[in-house]
């Protein structure tokens, strides 16, 4: 059983929902994002979800946009994400890692030899965000062949038919994008989310997880309602920008993820 199928079966015995935070591998530096990593499992969180730095993130909004190009600028690689997760590793065990990112890193680096570095990293799901299940046969058989799993995006605009494929296409869990528009641009329409999320439970078992938009507990416990696991990227990227320190930014980061752990559970 995989780490990220393991997390959902435990929370599902307990009635809990997943936290997955998101972070930006390498922002506000490199020596962070590890650090940060544990503080967030402390402070609650199931799964985490990192990013890796990409100089054209197309589905992101201004926020993780300038997250990436913080990373970029202290030279962070595909490899030097790797390597974080592996440090992380040193240490937990248990916590799920996904890497969510763009192609063109991955494809730089060569399927087969992506997908052994991450196996050998720790790495327990990839999520491409410009790869479409149609095109991404080559990258998902070396991922399978390493027991990662490949995990795909749903939007509101998402065809009848092509939320089949996806769920077919798919392991791990769905992760349902809630609103239009790229990360942190609008005020989440809770009960569209939540119809939305009956029409993709019509073609999958899988754990279905949102995110976009969820910035607060209150929008935390809203969409926990019905959704397996909240993620929360936007609003952990703004406390990395305006941290004083790695102290008070791991400090603010535990608080906020603390205050959304105690409104879904």
Excluded: W
Excluded at 45 to 69: H, K, R, T, W, Y
Excluded at 97 to 115: D, R, S, T
Excluded at 251 to 265: E, F, H, N, P, T
């Amino acid at each position: 059983m995989s780490r990220i199928q393991s997390c959902f079966e435990q929370l599902k015995k307990t009635q809990r929902k997943a936290l997955i935070p998101y972070v930006t591998a390498g922002d506000n530096s490199p020596q962070l994002t590890v650090p940060l990593m544990h503080a967030m499992v402390e402070a609650g969180a199931n799964i985490i979800e990192l990013g890796i730095p990409f100089s054209d993130p197309m589905a992101d909004g201004p926020v993780i946009q300038q997250a990436c190009e913080r990373a970029l600028s202290h030279g962070v690689t595909l490899s030097n994400v790797l390597a974080m997760v592996a440090e992380f590793r040193k240490r937990d065990n248990q916590t799920p890692v996904v890497l969510m990112g763009y192609l063109n890193p991955v494809e730089v680096m060569g399927y087969q030899a992506f997908a052994e570095a991450a196996a050998d990293a720790g790495v327990d799901g990839v999520l491409t965000v410009d790869l479409p299940p149609e095109e991404a046969g080559p990258l998902a058989d070396q991922l399978k062949a390493k027991d990662i799993d490949i995990i795909y995006l749903l939007a509101p605009t998402t065809a009848e038919t092509r939320i089949k494929t996806i769920c077919d296409s798919a392991s791990g869990f769905i992760y349902y994008v809630s609103l239009k528009g790229v990360t942190g641009a609008a005020t989440l329409d809770v009960d569209a989310v939540n119809r939305q999320l009956t029409r993709i439970r019509q073609y999958t078992q899988l754990p279905v997880g949102v995110g976009f938009g969820i910035r607060d507990a209150e929008t935390a416990k809203a969409i926990a309602q019905t959704a397996d696991a909240v993620v929360v990227g936007s609003a952990i990227v703004k406390k990395i920008a305006t941290g004083t320190d790695d102290q008070a930014t791991i400090a603010a980061v535990k608080d906020l993820l603390g205050s959304i752990r105690q409104a879904i559970d």
